[in-house]
Antibody
C-alpha cells in the first residue's frame, strides 16, 4: 500500500525554522518526482516546491525561494522541507505529494506561525 | 505566473443530475509535445486532494467514468454526469505548463 506520512509541523514564532519530513512506503521512491504543496486556512492549494527523482533538480514558488529548501534521501525513502524565516502567511497544512503531476498525497502536517 | 479562474464558486446539485464547472487559463496550456498540461483535483472534507483528470481529458486510475474532462488551450470543463453524495467537496484545476504550478480558486460542490 502506498503511504506518505508527513511530520514536523508545529506552532512556531515568526522568524523561526522547521524541518518537515515525509516518510514514503509502498512504492519505489527513487522513481518519482516529489512535491510539497500547502493549503492555507480558507484558501486553495498552493504548490510550494518539487524535486527530481535523483535530487538533481528542484523548483520553488517565488514566495518561498531562498527561505525553503526541498531535499530527499532516497536511501531512507524520505522527503524533507527545511523552512526558515517563517512568516504568518506560511501557516497551513503542508502536504507531501508523489509524482508529476502530484497524484498521491499524504494527510499533511500543520504549520502554524504565530507569536 | 499562469492564473486559473474557476466558475462558479459553488454549486448545489441534486443527486443523479449532471454538474459542470469551468476553469479558464490566462494562457494556453498546450505544449509543443502535443500534451495539454491541465489537471482536475477534488478535495473532499478532511482529505487531501485527489487527482481526477490529467492532460485535460484523461481519467486518472480508479476515477469513476461519471467524471469527464474536456477543453483545450485556455478553456476547460469538468463534468459529473450523475452526481452522487460522495462527490461533495471542492474541485480545483491545476496547470503544469510552467513553474510555478498553480491552482484555481476552486468550485465547491454541495448536494441538495
Amino acid at each position: 500500500e502506498v503511504q506518505l506520512v508527513e511530520s514536523g509541523g508545529d506552532l512556531v514564532q515568526p522568524g523561526g525554522s522547521l524541518r518537515l519530513s515525509c516518510a514514503a512506503s509502498g512504492f519505489t521512491f527513487n522513481s518519482y518526482w516529489m512535491n510539497w504543496v500547502r493549503r492555507a486556512p480558507g484558501k486553495g492549494p498552493e504548490w510550494v516546491a518539487n524535486i527530481k527523482e535523483d535530487g538533481s533538480e528542484s523548483y520553488y514558488v517565488d514566495s518561498v525561494r531562498g527561505r525553503f529548501t526541498i531535499s530527499r534521501d532516497n536511501a531512507k525513502n524520505s522527503l524533507y522541507l527545511q523552512i526558515n524565516s517563517l512568516r504568518a502567511d506560511d501557516t497551513g497544512v503542508y502536504y507531501c505529494a508523489r509524482g508529476w503531476p502530484p497524484s498521491f498525497w499524504g494527510q499533511g502536517t500543520l504549520v502554524t506561525v504565530s507569536s | 505566473d499562469v492564473v486559473l479562474t474557476q466558475t462558479p464558486l459553488s454549486l448545489s446539485v441534486t443527486p443523479g443530475q449532471a454538474a459542470s464547472f469551468s476553469c479558464k487559463s490566462s494562457q494556453s496550456l498546450l505544449k509543443s509535445d502535443g500534451k495539454t498540461y491541465f489537471f482536475w483535483y477534488v478535495q473532499r472534507p478532511g482529505q487531501p486532494p485527489n487527482l481526477l483528470i490529467y492532460e485535460a481529458s484523461k481519467r486518472f486510475s480508479g476515477v469513476p467514468d461519471r467524471f469527464s474532462g474536456s477543453g483545450s488551450g485556455t478553456d476547460f470543463t469538468l463534468t459529473i454526469s450523475r452526481v452522487e453524495a460522495e462527490d461533495v467537496g471542492v474541485y480545483y484545476c491545476m496547470q503544469g505548463f510552467q513553474y510555478p504550478l498553480t491552482f484555481g480558486g476552486g468550485t465547491k460542490v454541495e448536494i441538495k
